[in-house]
């Protein structure tokens, strides 16, 4: 599995910071590491800032890229044909999911790669063997 992408195009930058209170050298240093993808040393020597500081920074911005975009960015989309009641079900989960996501990124416990499954799920194990 690969890891997440924490690169925005302007566009997606731009939608982000709407209506956001970010500073200017913010939205500066935001932009040049999101968007133009320069090093975080760079930007430590070009605005003489901590590298924590930094990425708290790509975080916050990238948060409320993901906040507007609503899902978490290892998520996909698919069609899917069920009763109504499964669907209820399911779209509790969904959103319960939903919410732990964005609260541990509000909570600055952003994980960098989704977890990878270290043992096969047994299920579909035992009719692989």
Do not use: C
């Not at 109504?84 to 079900?89: A, D, H, W």
């Amino acid at each position: 599995m690969e890891s997440l992408r924490k690169n925005l195009t302007i566009e997606e930058f731009e939608a982000a910071i709407d209506g956001r209170d970010f500073e200017e050298k913010t939205k500066e240093i935001g932009r040049r590491s999101l968007v133009n993808g320069e090093a975080v040393a760079d930007l430590i020597k070009a605005f003489g800032v901590k590298r924590a500081w930094i990425y708290g920074i790509r975080n916050a911005i990238y948060a409320a890229h993901l906040e507007k975009k609503n899902y978490p960015p290892d998520w996909v989309t698919r069609t899917v044909t069920a009763s109504r009641e499964l669907f209820s079900e399911f779209d509790k989960r969904i959103e319960e999911e939903r919410r732990g996501y964005f609260t541990q990124i509000r909570s600055g416990k952003i994980i960098s790669e989704p977890k990878r499954r270290s043992k096969p799920v047994k299920s579909l194990a035992k009719g692989r063997q």
